[in-house]
């Protein structure tokens, strides 16, 4: 018997411990663990981001030791992702009254790039401050201006093109291309970072607006990357930065930079996670641990784009939390570049050079303060929830929408709670199975025997077995993120998850409460029902049947609470 539970624990033990992929980390790799609390990493976030917004120059938007159009683009996003995790809204006066106010004056419509990128501001400014329709529906018109620029697979196919073109592609595979510039119709010019951008741009909107129109072009494009432009079997290179439209090849010789793959990464991540595409999920899986093995993404030639890939991996981290391998490795990744920011490219007063080598003129420039930037934002998301710490500086946090991002924490959590759960179960069944045996012999030996000696005890459910939250629209819901969990905790301070767990109103009701009669009244009729089961099962022994199975019956409290939350 006690041989036939350990195999059951251990089928039960690996049938959770296999995973499809490998993601060993690099044994290279060094500093991969940092011991800075949560709290220590997002203060010196808030202060990379105070030093930029004290360069800002208001009259363009941003600081202006870097005149570049995607440097407002790439500044609005990474202040409001840091208000959005963080909960806050401590950059909301720059990014929509400034830098964002200032863009949407004057479009620049030269480049499409462009135009997606300050879409992506749009998108972030939205979700981080719920600021009405406004945000949206300018990233909104930001997505019409380019999809003029745009080849859909339909048109491919008609050989309907936006601009003359001679090509030896066969006409289906231009699908999902998009031209690098707007303004010029005779340019035929294909840059993987303007296609990235687009599908990232694509996707959130498909999210936030359930329209399939942006699902689709996101979808074509993650293809036509994936066809010409992504090649796995090249690690040294992985995605190349220009294609050439004419001879339907990539060009060589140009070394690829970090935002031609991480806003690729960052949009093939939801994509995935909204259309639960298994083939999307495999090549963003099979992407990741070709990726991060890249170290060109972060030399001092990248300017202020390496943060996008950073922005990249930690899409696609939240958006799988159950991939704990994935997580792992993202995880070491970032830790990695925060510990070599922290160490190498730190000035002093909130300020950061551009190399993270620990080279280079020790001087404050924009790009390196938002490379920085974005990393530190990373390693304050990642970092372990701190129940009992408290965000220092806190600002009034305006509401979120309801596409929320969050970690693995929770989500490990439920999961490791089903794992116990299940193997508490088949222990005590075995165990009960036992003393059902051995009680039965000693009924046999003693007929005279008290009931009362093998009288089960009551087995009652102290937390459900199965997440009760059912995901909607098949998008895989992610665990709350610190704020969140910190904001919806009781009065009396509890604020874990498992704690929270334990509050849960469907939870209680699966436990008799002190003092409550009805849960006293359906005890003491579990406790009747057992004791006839028992005198059923000690009759049939002394007619010489005991061998049989004990009839199935109604098991009150524990299947009501079990059938209730599987049909939740």
Not at 43 to 59: C, H, K, W
Not at 222 to 229: D, P, R, V
Not at 514 to 520: E, I
């Amino acid at each position: 018997m006690l041989a036939r539970c350990l195999l059951q624990l251990a089928v039960l033990c690996l049938s959770r411990c296999v995973y499809a992929q490998d993601y060993t980390i690099p044994s290279g790799w060094e500093n991969t663990v940092s011991n800075a609390s949560r709290a220590e990493r997002l203060n010196a976030a808030r202060g990379a981001a105070s030093e930029i917004q004290r360069r800002v120059d208001p009259t363009i938007g941003f600081p202006d030791d870097n005149i570049y159009y995607e440097t407002g683009a790439n500044m609005a996003i990474i202040f409001a992702s840091q208000d959005h995790y963080s909960g806050n809204s401590s950059w909301r006066s720059q990014v929509l009254g400034n830098t964002l106010s200032l863009y949407e004056a004057e479009y620049n419509q030269n480049a499409t790039r462009d135009i997606a990128y300050y879409g992506l501001a749009e998108v972030a400014a939205y979700i981080a401050y719920n600021d009405s329709a406004t945000r949206l529906d300018t990233a909104k018109q930001s997505f019409d201006i380019v999809y003029a620029d745009f080849i859909n697979v339909t048109d491919a196919h008609r050989k309907h093109y936006p601009r003359p073109l001679n090509t030896t592609c066969h006409n289906s595979s231009l699908g999902g291309l998009l031209f690098q510039t707007h303004d010029n119709a005779t340019d035929i010019t294909v840059f993987a970072s303007a296609i990235g951008t687009w599908i990232a741009l694509g996707a959130h909107l498909a999210e936030l607006t359930g329209n399939t129109t942006y699902l689709t072009a996101a979808e074509q494009s993650i293809q036509f990357m994936q066809t010409h432009m992504i090649n796995l079997s090249f690690p040294s290179t992985v995605v190349w930065q220009q294609f050439n439209v004419s001879t339907c090849a990539t060009i060589a010789g140009v070394e690829p930079l970090a935002w031609d793959i991480g806003p690729y990464i960052e949009g093939l991540s939801i994509v995935a996670n909204i259309t639960q595409n298994s083939t999307y999920t495999q090549f963003l899986t099979s992407l990741v641990p070709s990726v991060v093995i890249v170290p060109e993404w972060h030399d001092d030639t990248q300017y202020s784009l390496k943060g996008t890939i950073i922005r990249g991996l930690l899409e696609a981290r939240l958006r799988n939390p159950s991939n704990t391998g994935l997580v792992a490795l993202i995880d070491s990744y970032i830790t990695l570049q925060y510990n070599a920011v922290t160490n190498n490219a730190a000035i002093g007063n909130n300020e950061y050079k551009l190399t993270w080598l620990g080279n280079g003129t020790a001087e404050y420039t924009t790009p390196g303060n938002m490379a920085a930037l974005d990393v530190l934002n990373a390693a304050f998301v990642i970092a372990p929830i701190e129940t009992s710490t408290s965000d220092t500086n806190p600002t009034n946090s305006s509401s979120k929408h309801s596409s929320t991002r969050i970690g693995a924490i929770v989500g490990g959590t439920v999961g490791g709670v089903a794992a116990v759960v299940a193997l508490a179960l088949v222990l005590f069944a075995c165990l009960r199975r036992r003393r059902r045996a051995r009680d039965a012999d000693k009924a046999t030996s003693d007929p005279q025997a008290s009931r009362a000696d093998h009288e089960p005890d009551p087995f009652i459910l102290t937390a459900p077995m199965r997440d009760p939250v059912t995901e909607k629209g098949g998008i895989q819901q992610r665990a709350p993120l610190f704020h969140e969990i910190h904001n919806s905790a009781t009065t009396n301070g509890s604020s874990s998850p498992s704690m929270a767990a334990m509050s849960d109103p469907s939870v209680a009701q699966m436990r008799p409460t002190v003092g409550d009669p009805d849960a006293m009244h359906a005890l003491e009729r579990s406790l009747v029902l057992e004791r006839r089961l028992d005198d059923l099962i000690h009759t049939l022994a002394n007619h010489g049947e005991n061998e049989s199975n004990p009839p199935e019956y109604d098991g009150d409290v524990p299947n009501h609470a079990s059938e209730h939350h599987e049909g939740v």
